[in-house]
């Protein structure tokens, strides 16, 4: 599975938009890009996936570069409850492909 | 959506007993199932992989004969920690693969399980 580039650590102020970057260079064709999030001592939360479209679910908006080598997650009104750990994962689409995680970006949002 | 549960949600133990931590998906079945463990201010690190009546493929370094997984139904894995020592002492976060439709496979993960062995 490629291997992803995150920033360590990242601020927001509460209301506004979370612009989260994840180079994913090496990339190949049948690689999902998938976004988790972890919350202090609790188990990551699933937020959204895509492969070269963008995708836009009830938590985020993920954007795919068109050389799908690079994507940005989107938290559009950002909340207290947003900050987290949050990680860029690249995966094989198939059976195969296993979750490993980088050590994320930490994002804090703050009043 | 798709819900992982995890019991215990904290254990505490001497040093030589076995802990048994049981993960269900709770609304759909899961061919595959997974567990990871954490350590303080580290990411989760992939322990197995375990497909439901198979055994369990084991990552390099963990000891296959120390964590026992058992993955017997389609919503139920098990993972139980052998004669556990201090340095067992961590987080332990499972996680089952499920299809969204239209999509490809997606993993929700449990709780987790904050084991101390004292």
């Known amino acids: 599975d490629a291997k992803t580039t995150q920033p360590t650590s990242m601020d927001c102020a509460e209301g506004r938009a979370a612009n989260l970057p994840c180079n994913h260079s090496?990339?190949?064709?049948?690689?999902?890009v998938y976004w988790y999030r972890q919350i202090h001592s609790q188990g990551p939360q699933y937020i959204i996936h895509?492969?070269?479209n963008n995708e836009t679910n009830e938590m985020a908006s993920l954007i795919i570069t068109e050389d799908r080598k690079s994507s940005t997650l989107i938290l559009p009104h950002a909340t207290l409850r947003d900050t987290a750990v949050y990680y860029c994962?690249?995966?094989?689409?198939?059976?195969?492909?296993?979750?490993?995680f980088g050590k994320g970006t930490k994002l804090s949002v703050k009043p | 959506g798709a819900v992982v549960s995890q019991h215990p949600s904290r254990v505490i133990c001497k040093s030589g007993t076995s802990v048994k931590i049981e993960c269900r998906s709770l609304?759909?079945?899961?061919?595959?199932m997974f567990w990871y463990r954490q350590f303080p201010k580290q990411s989760l690190m992939l322990m197995a992989t375990?497909?439901?009546?198979?055994?369990?493929?084991?990552e390099q370094g963990v000891e296959k004969d120390k964590f026992l997984i058992n993955h017997a139904s389609l919503t139920l894995s098990t993972l139980t920690v052998t004669s556990a020592h201090p340095e067992d002492s961590s987080f332990y976060i499972c996680?089952?693969?499920?299809?969204?439709?239209?999509?490809?496979?997606?993993?929700?993960f449990g709780p987790g399980t904050r084991l101390t062995v004292l």
């Open positions: 375990s497909n439901e009546g198979s055994k369990a493929t084991y």
């Open positions: 895509g492969l070269k």
């Open positions: 994962i690249v995966r094989d689409g198939g059976s195969q492909g296993n979750l490993i």
């Open positions: 609304d759909f079945q899961a061919t595959t």
């Open positions: 996680s089952a693969r499920t299809y969204l439709a239209g999509s490809t496979d997606t993993q929700y």
């Open positions: 090496t990339i190949s064709g049948n690689e999902y």
